[in-house]
Every structure is written in C-alpha cells, then in structure tokens.
C-alpha cells in the first residue's frame, strides 16, 4: 500500500495541506462516510513515522477489527478517499481563482431568479475587476463569461435594446481569444525550432493579418502586442527590430504584465540574446545583462522569492566577462540567502570562485572551487573545467594534468550525459593536454616551427563542430605566441 498512488499523493503533501485535507475529509457536507475518515487518520499516523508500516493488511485490520481479510472491501474504501482527495483539489483551486466563486454565484443566482443576489454579487464582480492588476487572459475570460449573463438579464429582463453589454462580451471574448492564441503559438512556435518537429497553427497567418489591420487596437493592449511582437522575432530572428519593440514593452509595461505574463515574455526575451550570442554577435551580451538586472529588479527571475542557483550561475558568468565586477561581487553575496535548492552552499562557493578567476586572483579560486561538491552532473563539470584553468593561469602543470584524466574517466564512465555533451568533453581535455604540451615547449622551439605547430592547433580548434572551451582555447594561444608574455613551465 505504501506505493499506492493515494498514500504517494498524501505523501506529497505539505503538513497544513494535510490538515486542510483532513478538515475537508471530515466535513459531513463533502463525506458521510466514517471509515475514509479512520482510514485517512491511519495513513497520515504512519505517514508521520521514520518507517511508516502501511501493508494492506496492517491497515484493514485496523480498519475492520475481528474481520476476515477482504481485498475488495479495503480498495472500495482506498477508492473513496482518493475521490474526495482529487474533489479536494479541485476546490482548492476553486477557492484561489480570483473570478471564480463570484462568476459561480452570479450565474446560479441567475438561474435560480435570486435577483437581489444576482445584482449584489454583480456589483461586488465590477469592483472587483476595477481592482485587478492587469488585462491578462483570466481577466477578459471573467469578463467575457460575467458580460454574457449580464447581457442576458438586461434582454430579458430591463431592455431588449440594450447592445454594449453583449458588445464588451464580444471584445472581451475576442481578446481573450487572441491573446491565448498567441501566446500559445509562441511557445510552440519555439517548441519546434527546439525539438524539429511541426505543428498545424489554424488561422494564425489570418489572425496575424487581421491584427496588422487593426493594430491602433491591439497596440495599446500591452500583452496581446508583446505576444504578437514575440512571434515576429521568432519568425524573423535575423531582423534585430522586433527584439528591440519587445526590450521597449518590457521597460514601458513592467505594471502592465501579470506575473506569469512578464516571466514568459522576458524569457523570450533573454532566449533570443543568448540565441544571437550563440552565432557570435557579442554584443548581444551587455543586452541579456540588461534583461537579467530587470529581471532581478522586478522580481521576475525569482520563485516564491528565491532564486534558482542555474540562474544564480549564469548571472555570476555573464558579469564576470562584461567585467562587471563590482555589480556581480554585489550581486553574488545579496543573493546568497535567496538560493532555494540543497546546493546553495555549493553555489554560492563556486560563483565566488568565478568571480575571484575572472578578477585573476587564482588561489582564491582555487581554494573556493576545492570546497565544492556538486551531485549535479553540469555543475560539477562547470566547476572542474574552472578548475582547470586555474591550474594552467596558475602553471601547476601536475595538477592540471591529473585533473584532465580524473574528468576524461569520469566523462567516459558517466550514465547522465548524453553523447553529444561527453565528445565535447572529450575534446577540451584532449585540445587542453595539446595546449600544455604546446606552451612548455614553445621556448625551445624556433619561431617558425612554433608559428606552424600553433596554427596547426588553432585550425583543428576551430574546425571542431563540438567543442567546449573553445574560445578559451584560442585566447590561451594567442597568449602563448605573444613573446612578451610567454612562460616556460
């Protein structure tokens, strides 16, 4: 029974969720049924032990005492318990929708001739919309739905002449309409530039030109021209244009977005630099340096008010190489307390070590990068190819090498990495051994055969179509053949 789905879907459960459940169980409005309440108590009882003892058969001879074993008669009562769990979730989410319960009663009041109610409660949904924050597509469905049973009383009721109720239910409802509509083509429009697949968008071509024709409309409605804008650049990624409308939304409209709204937008955002990043355009960076600085600005890039330790270390890289320093030394310490995972240690020691690698202060580096164990299989490489540029910026050639072969075997050994990520690997560990070899015998070597050998280098580097580190390989070259700075090791 302990891998039962419903003492599994209890297990999930947060301490005050299981007391609102047991409130819920023990309600003679939801459930009259005294032996889902005994068995419910049993399950949460074990559930709160070190090794819970949930047999089928412990848990039916509690339930049914001096009674013989009856598998049907433990699964029927199993079955209404997970009933009255799957009802419960649903009036949880019934009683945190903002428009909900009012658009509930509006309408059962209606359809029960209570009209004192149904115009009180009416009253009460206007106010209610007034007050809320943004015209996201919960608000213009609430609207569409709350304008249709409007439009209904006054028709058959006040005055059959009466058209702009009906008429805002139609603009709502279109709203609503197209805002979904785009919002889902975006996603899945960038679903299939990902996974190369292909999906059947309807009338979007249509609804795009329609939305072309009436843009003086759609153009003040914040979100709709956001989402519209999103799936112009990902159509066109190569006109710089509409990345630069959405950037000007995103600063503009910042109170305008509901927050699920503004996360999706701004990640759109964030994903079109790093894809214009990723061909080489480098200047795209100081423009997703922006796009996280407003992020961590108006919140959006964190969670229940914390912050993701991925997005904690892409944050700490990109800095580092715009040579922020002093905003990301800043931003490393004030958001040290909001990393919400198990490896916020870790994080914050290796961000630290980035940042002190970056500053050129190698053995603080080092002694940060020593203290990290990652479990992750990406942060744990992440943080050992650090490592091994430190050890070459800090000419410890035994170390570096040594290094090389513990990840080589690790890389070969590993289950979690795909093939594509470990051939990558492989080349920076092979390329790296090449790089040393090339720079402890550059002082013995004459010029020219030192030129032919390192260009010789550089080309397969560059030719490789799967490399990590390679642009710190070539920097590292370039240094190497400077006279003025060469070493000997």
């Not at 059962?108 to 996201?136: A, C, G, H, I």
């Not at 702009?164 to 996603?187: G, I, P």
């Not at 759609?218 to 112009?232: D, E, G, N, P, W």
Request: aromatic share 14%; proline share 1%; net charge positive.
């Amino acid at each position: 029974m302990n891998q039962s789905r419903l003492v599994k879907s209890l297990e999930k459960l947060s301490n005050r969720e299981k007391d609102l459940f047991k409130d819920f169980v023990i309600s003679p409005y939801f459930n009259q049924h005294e032996k889902t309440i005994e068995l419910l108590d049993i399950i949460l009882e074990e559930l709160a032990k070190n090794t819970p003892q949930l047999s089928r058969l412990s848990v039916f001879e509690r339930l049914f005492p001096s009674k013989q074993y009856d598998e049907q008669k433990l699964h029927n009562v199993m079955s209404y318990l997970m009933r009255l769990f799957h009802r419960f979730l649903a009036f949880q989410r019934f009683e945190h929708d903002t428009f909900d319960e009012q658009l509930s009663t509006i309408t059962k009041s209606y359809k029960d001739s209570r009209w004192d109610m149904f115009k009180n409660r009416s009253k009460f949904f206007e106010r209610t919309t007034k007050q809320y924050p943004t015209l996201d597509s919960n608000f213009h469905h609430a609207q569409y739905r709350y304008h249709y049973m409007m439009g209904k009383y006054k028709n058959n009721h006040v005055s059959r002449s009466d058209t702009k109720t009906f008429q805002a239910m139609l603009n709502h409802l279109d709203n609503y309409y197209v805002l979904e509509k785009l919002k889902q083509s975006c996603e899945l429009t960038a679903h299939q530039m990902i996974m190369n697949t292909k999906y059947d968008f309807g009338f979007l071509k249509e609804l795009l030109r329609y939305i072309d024709v009436h843009w003086d409309r759609f153009q003040k409605h914040s979100t709709i021209a956001s989402y519209y804008t999103i799936l112009r650049m990902l159509n066109d990624d190569q006109n710089p244009e509409h990345y630069q409308h959405l950037k000007k939304y995103l600063k503009e409209h910042v109170h305008n977005y509901s927050k699920e709204d503004h996360n999706l937008i701004h990640n759109f955002a964030s994903n079109y630099c790093i894809l214009r990043i990723n061909r080489g355009e480098t200047n795209y960076e100081m423009e997703l340096f922006e796009l996280y600085q407003q992020g961590l600005e108006n919140e959006i890039l964190l969670e229940n008010g914390n912050l993701d330790s991925w997005v904690y270390k892409n944050i700490t890289t990109l800095g580092c190489r715009l040579k922020q320093f002093g905003w990301t030394k800043d931003f490393i310490e004030d958001y040290r307390e909001k990393l919400s995972d198990s490896q916020s240690e870790n994080a914050y020691n290796y961000n630290l070590a980035v940042y002190y690698f970056s500053m050129g202060s190698f053995d603080q580096a080092q002694t940060l990068l020593l203290q990290v164990q990652f479990t992750e299989v990406q942060y744990h490489l992440g943080g050992n190819f650090l490592l091994i540029r430190t050890y070459y910026a800090q000419d410890n050639t035994e170390a570096l090498l040594s290094l090389l072969e513990t990840m080589r075997i690790y890389v070969l050994r590993s289950k979690k990495m795909t093939t594509k990520e470990k051939k990558g690997y492989m080349n920076l560990f092979r390329f790296t051994k090449k790089l040393v070899y090339l720079r402890y015998e550059y002082p013995m070597l004459k010029r020219a055969e030192f030129d032919k050998r390192m260009l010789a280098l550089m080309e397969k580097i560059k030719s490789s179509d799967n490399l990590i580190g390679g642009n710190w390989l070539l920097e590292e070259i370039d240094k190497i053949g400077n006279k003025e700075t060469a070493k000997t090791w």
